[in-house]
C-alpha cells in the first residue's frame, strides 16, 4: 500500500502529513514493519476499534445517604405577669382593684428534626471499561 492509500484510508486530517506511521504491537514499539494491501489494512483497523472497550461485569452494592428531616410543633408556656392595681368603672360605680399576679398561657414555636438513614441499592451492571 503506498502512503496515498493509506492517507485516503486512515487519516483524516490531511494538512500536516509526515508520511511515518509508528507500529505498537503488545505495548512495544516494532522498528521493522511490514507491508499491507488493503484490506489487511481494513481488517486491523476494525480490531483495534473492538479491542478498544473491554466489557466489565460490576456487581450491585448497597449503599446509604442521610437526609436531614425537620418538623415543627407548638409547646404551651405558662408565665406569671403581675398585674399592677388600677380602678374599674361600672357605671356610676368605681372599685379599686388591688396589684395581683395572673397566669399566662402562650404557645412556642419548637423546631427540631433529626438525622434519617436511607438504603439504596445500586444494580449489578456490564459496562465497558
Known sequence: MNITRFNELFIINTTDLTGYVLIVANGTIEVNGTELNDTEMQDIKAMAYTVKYKWVW???????TKKWVSYTYYVPKTYWVWVPGHWAH???I???????YELHLVKVYVKSGYWKTTWHYKKRVLKKN
Not at 460490576?58 to 446509604?64: I, Q, R, T
Not at 368605681?94 to 395581683?100: A, D, V
Open 90 to 92: 361600672w357605671g356610676p
Open 58 to 64: 460490576v456487581p450491585g452494592y448497597w449503599y446509604s
Open 94 to 100: 368605681s372599685i379599686y382593684i388591688r396589684g395581683h
